[in-house]
Antibody, heavy 127, light 106 residues
Framework: QVQLVESGGGVVQPGGSLRLSCAASLVTFSNSKMHWVRQAPGKGLEWVAVISYDGSNIHYADSVKGRFTVSRDNSKNTLYLQMSSLRTEDTAIYYC????????????????????WGQGTLVTVSS | DIQMTQSPSSLSASVGDRVTFACRASQSIATFLNWYQKKPGKAPNLLIYGASSLQSGVPSRFSGSGSGADFTLTISSLQPEDFATYYCQQTYSTPLTFGGGTKVEI
């Protein structure tokens, strides 16, 4: 059974930094793209970042680009999100998720989706 | 960036009802469309991938359809455990984007 466990959340002042971790009990972690997704209080889901299986390809949402850094250590089956210059609007529950690709019903398109998620860790940015 | 618009933002329904909600992309995304269920305090749960394929373990009362820019999620007979918020997500291109969600209430 796949398990993803986030940690590292907490309360931080605006302008501060925090590092989140996502520990994966996942045999195929080193072969999997991984995502960070967040949900601010009372708001919808917001995609944050994705990292390729080997860390060579990374993409960020514009809202976090230049402030957040995603990385991974495949020897430890762990995903990280280094957050700096935090703002009040970064307050959210942060989830890590494994990406898997599936053929659609036509068998033509190979569609990525997040099939396993952690339970999330709460980050509160407040003075 | 591809914008995803869901409608309605909320709906009230009863157990046993058939409910359908919509998701529209700002451009064609073929079938790079997934649906997730989100309950308070729980992680999102993948229901449908590739617009219409049911994820393993998901009840068959859930179904998805569409391609291009217009998609729908249908619950054929609403069950008590289905009261939740449903999000569509495009994985056609980064940044990946979610719709604003449809909250299904009693």
């Amino acid at each position: 059974q796949v398990q993803l466990v986030e940690s590292g959340g907490g309360v931080v002042q605006p302008g501060g930094s925090l590092r989140l971790s996502c520990a994966a009990s996942l045999v195929t972690f080193s072969n999997s793209k991984m995502h960070w997704v967040r949900q601010a209080p009372g708001k919808g889901l917001e995609w944050v970042a994705v990292i390729s299986y080997d860390g060579s390809n990374i993409h960020y949402a514009d809202s976090v680009k230049g402030r957040f850094t995603v990385s991974r250590d495949n020897s430890k089956n762990t995903l990280y999100l280094q957050m700096s210059s935090l703002r009040t609007e970064d307050t959210a529950i942060y989830y890590c998720a494994r990406e898997q690709s599936f053929y659609d019903s036509s068998g033509y398109y190979y569609v990525p989706a997040s099939d396993f998620w952690g339970q999330g860790t709460l980050v509160t940015v407040s003075s | 960036d591809i914008q995803m618009t869901q409608s309605p933002s909320s709906l009230s329904a009863s157990v046993g009802d058939r409910v359908t909600f919509a998701c529209r992309a700002s451009q064609s995304i073929a079938t790079f469309l997934n649906w997730y269920q989100k309950k308070p305090g729980k992680a999102p749960n993948l229901l449908i991938y590739g617009a219409s394929s049911l994820q393993s373990g998901v009840p068959s009362r859930f179904s998805g359809s569409g391609s291009g820019a217009d998609f729908t999620l249908t619950i054929s007979s609403l069950q008590p455990e289905d009261f939740a918020t449903y999000y569509c997500q495009q994985t056609y291109s980064t940044p990946l984007t979610f719709g604003g969600g449809t909250k299904v209430e009693i």
